[in-house]
């Protein structure tokens, strides 16, 4: 591939007015920098919803009526023997109150021993009567407390709101997405730091222990977490710094690109500020990310000045012929690295869609940073006498190991190469479908297993039997369904077949509690522990049973039933899903109509499956831009199929990496692939374009790769090892998804650079002698 006039003529005039175009960057990046102050963590619930699925909908539509997922759960543990002494009520008694001035709360929705809205029935000698477990004129006493230890008994509560050993209690609330006191969208990291002041530190002593647990707690220990990886950045920037000088072997080179790739990152973040939007927790590493792709770039523009000032060029020279040279591939490559995150808008879920907002704002900015203003910098810099010197030297010393890497576009070396790419191939396909769509891990994924609040997690669960895994069925029949046998026995079967699938910790719904005040109208005896046939029977069984209680809404035609699931683990979710569509399959002639669904395991339930219809088209839509912009840049069907084959080899592998570390396929892991593919091939462009160049100067297969490499292996070379090391460093992070991301980035820039330099001139090498 020529360079054409219109390259050297745009170099030409730009760099004619190379001083105005930078005082133009400089005012440009101030004013970035200064949009950037009001950056801000944007944090929000409905931001990780797939609104779009069927289950959101159902979600949605109910979420007034039954609240949603958004809870927050507080539970207070005795360190000592049990619940039942009067500082551990007092205790309880100010959590509560803690938990109900918290901002956000939906106080009519707030649960503990202390509400209102927790209440007995029992059988009297007039029939049942009813009462707040905890009564008004409460004393802690001990009669006091054997008392509400009677009135716990007779609510049902235990294992939901009190501790099966008795050793603790839970307070519930649910949050909303506007805080009603202020109007304002609510900010969850304030929510955080709150529950933090005013409930985990003042009732942590040593009688009682604190456990909290739910979205807006899971969003402060990320963000807590993600301010360290400010650390992590820093010494990625470091270990940058330290490989750029020893590749380039001159300081001025060195912090010119730093700094290009820093400019990048400001503009990126500035301009996502002047958009209105801030950055969500999981969007944390995509500065990191793009700082990355910078440096990468960068290199190339390095190692392409580099080599005009060995030709004996002056520092203006070199840096406007490399921005001539490099201007199509280098375009070329970021265009595919643009076309990778822009893909991800496929994923219907709003966190994922503005993680790749941010990301195509920063490739963007690297077109301008790293293509103009690095090689405009670079013609000022005076390069000394002794440095193309130092350049033979180099070239000298890697010149014999070049020598047998090109030994790879002959013939039956490169027949060596193919045949343990295609092995490879085939191990990567073959492991690549035991990855599953979801978490693996108990607990929140994001975080690490020993991490504070996967703890409290494991304590919630070891002590209740409600868990914190929440699937709700929606079932939806005629007004007054609740008085109807029909209707009733259907969704009783219905949770006793889902009790009893595996996974399921638990079930509540109506018909249950039902069947219990159907015995207590009968003296307690257990035989009338049943649903009452009789439509008049059942209206009595029911009517005591408020719209409270989440069991139903206020005609009767909409009855929940919760499911308590052991953990969210993908095969859980999966086996519990099939189990209520294969029940709903079986009575969709019936009355009862069973819709998916509510809870935080139905919202994952929806993740998984928008992720699992959306991972195929993404890769499906990466390499049909990679492909045509390939076709495009290089008009040759060869230079494309040589590309483009390495990265779908590591592509297989990145899902073999998966299937290996136990690493789900998820929101945060997803666009990981997609990004790697992206940048990969990077690295096969610029080889290309180089060794597209040399076979047009008329040398033969072996002698234009070998002078490719010569130029351009190093810097690709340098920058895959470079990048690695930096995404290294994320394994170390206190945040999972983060650590998950790093390993596999890691793997994806190493094995890329791989690719392009042992198996892309293998297939180039048959390509060609076949077309010869």
Known sequence: MKRGDWRDQLAAALFRRRAAILAIFLIVTLGFAVSLVRLRIDAGFDKMLPMQHPYMQTFAEYREVFGGANRVLVAIMAREGDIFTPEYFATLRQATDAVFFLPGVDRSRVRSLFTPNVRYTEVVEDGIAGDNVVP?????????????????????????????????????????????????????????????????????????????????????????????????????????????????????????????????????????????????????????????????????????????????????????????????????????????????????????????????????????????????????????????????????????????????????????????????????????????????????????????????????????SIGVDLLTVIAETAPDGCTDFTTMDIIDRFAWRLQNTHGVQSALALPQVAKQLNAGWNEGNLKWQVLPRDRQ????????????????????????????????KAETIDRVIKATEQFAAEEAKGPVRFRLASGNVGIMAATNRVVETAQFPILLYVFGAIITLCLLTFRSLRATVSIVLPLGLVSLLGYALMAEMGIGLKVSTLPVVAFGVGIGVDYGIYIYSRFQAFLDEGLTIYNAYHETVKITGSGVLFTGITLAFGTATWIFSPLQFQADMGMLLTFLFLVNMLGALLVLPAIASWLLRLHR
């Open 136 to 464: 008004a004129d409460f004393q802690p006493t001990p009669e006091g407390l054997a008392q509400v230890r009677q009135n716990i008994l007779k609510a049902g509560i235990v294992g939901r709101l009190v501790a099966n050993d008795f050793r603790g209690a839970l307070i519930s609330a649910e949050l909303l997405e506007v805080d009603p006191s202020s109007g304002k969208k609510l900010d969850y990291l304030e929510v955080a730091r709150q529950l933090d002041e005013t409930i985990r530190q003042p009732f942590t002593n040593a009688q009682t222990s604190v456990h909290i647990i739910g979205f807006a707690q899971m969003v402060g220990d990320i963000a807590a977490g993600a301010k360290r990886v400010v650390v992590f950045f820093a010494l990625a920037f470091l270990v940058t710094g330290a490989l750029v000088y020893l590749y380039t072997r001159a300081h001025r080179v060195s912090a010119l690109l730093l700094l290009c790739s820093l400019v990048a990152v400001i503009w990126q973040l500035g301009a996502l500020t002047l958009l209105g939007y801030g950055i969500d927790p999981l969007g944390i590493l995509v500065p990191f990310l793009i700082f990355a792709i910078a440096v990468s770039h960068g290199v190339q523009m390095i190692t392409a000045v580099r080599a005009e000032i060995f030709s004996g060029t002056t520092s203006l020279e070199a840096a406007r012929n490399s921005f001539s040279r490099l201007l199509a591939p280098g375009g070329t490559a970021l265009m595919t690295d643009l076309a990778g995150f822009v893909t991800i808008l496929l994923i219907k879920v709003r966190v994922i869609q503005e993680l790749a907002i941010a990301a195509s704002l920063g490739v963007v900015a690297i077109i301008l940073t790293n293509l103009l203003l690095l090689p405009m910098l670079l013609s000022y810099v005076p390069f000394p006498d002794d440095y193309r010197h130092r350049l033979e030297r180099r070239i000298e010393a890697m010149d014999r190991f070049w020598l047998r890497a090109a030994l790879l576009a002959r013939p039956w070396p490169a027949v060596a190469v193919l045949l343990v790419a295609t092995t490879l191939a085939g191990y990567g396909w073959w492991r690549s479908g035991d990855v599953r769509i979801g978490d693996l891990q108990r607990g929140v994924p994001e975080l690490r297993p020993d991490s504070r609040y996967n703890l409290d997690i494991d304590t919630v669960t070891r002590h209740f």
């Open 537 to 568: 029977t059942l209206v009595e069984a029911v009517q005591y049973i408020p719209t409270s209680s989440g069991l139903l809404n206020d005609n009767c035609s909409v009855m929940p039933i919760m499911l308590f699931t052991t953990d969210h």
